[in-house]
């Protein structure tokens, strides 16, 4: 069965331009997760769906970053005015349930120049 | 979050069990203990998980101490697609409205497997 799918796969943007990036994630899960992943840093979360609660966006590292998910599917990252520390690998995970394993996407590599 | 101490690196041969360790001394009574790991440019993969007693499924054996101050990941054979970055992960269970969901990852332990 399919996975979770992340588009674009590579994302190369000016400094102070916005980029949306998008998770489909696994059909039926109620929980999604955005994390991300920079050179030689570990996974960091970044923010969290489940179901039709409040999203938990604690992990979000400034107002430049939302993101949403609409229908209780597919989910959207947004970063506006993009700086040359937001470059990092953009991770998405779902799970049926939150407290079960979450299976990731490949990710989206955004370099910002 | 509670914290985990991982050693940076391991090495191990093809077709030799690995066994790669973890502290976790302020575990509370009710977190669960989760690893995952990452292969080289893609995303983490569920390992395994436990609470108290040591678990087996297909990729992975995990021993948990009695205290459950430590565990530890064990595969019992090595192969080269094992080399990859492994993650021990504290998780405390599900409760209603709070976000128990996220996964806090160290920096894992970098697993080199030579042929």
């Known amino acids: 069965g399919a996975g979770v799918s992340q588009s674009p796969s590579n994302k190369v943007t000016e400094k102070g331009k916005d980029v949306e990036l998008r998770c489909d994630p696994i059909?039926?899960?109620?929980?999604l997760y955005w994390y991300r992943q920079s050179l030689g840093q570990g996974l960091e979360f970044l923010i969290y769906?489940?179901?039709?609660?409040?999203?938990?966006k604690s992990g979000l590292p400034s107002d430049r970053f939302s993101a949403e998910r609409t229908g209780g599917s597919v989910s959207t990252l947004t970063i506006q005015r993009t700086q040359q520390e937001d470059s990092a690998v953009y991770l998405c995970?779902?799970?049926?349930?939150?407290?079960?394993?979450?299976?990731f996407g490949p990710g989206t590599r955004l370099t910002v120049l | 979050d509670a914290k985990t101490t991982q050693p940076n690196s391991m090495e191990s041969n093809e077709e030799e069990p690995v066994h790669l360790p973890c502290n976790h001394s302020?575990?509370?009574?009710?977190?669960?203990i989760h690893w995952y790991r990452q292969l080289p440019s893609q995303g983490p993969e569920y390992v395994i998980h436990?609470?108290?007693s040591n678990v087996n499924n297909r990729m992975a054996s995990l021993a948990i101490a009695e205290d459950r101050k430590s565990s530890t990941l064990i595969l019992h054979r090595a192969t080269l697609r094992d080399a990859a970055v492994y993650y021990c992960?504290?998780?405390?269970?599900?409760?209603?409205?709070?976000?128990?969901?996220?996964?806090?990852f160290g920096q894992g332990t970098i697993l080199t497997v030579h042929p």
């Open positions: 995970a779902s799970s049926f349930g939150s407290s079960n394993e979450q299976f």
């Open positions: 059909s039926g899960h109620t929980a």
């Open positions: 769906f489940q179901g039709n609660s409040a999203p938990d």
């Open positions: 302020t575990i509370s009574g009710t977190d669960y």
């Open positions: 436990g609470l108290t």
């Open positions: 992960i504290l998780r405390a269970p599900t409760t209603g409205g709070t976000s128990y969901g996220k996964l806090t």
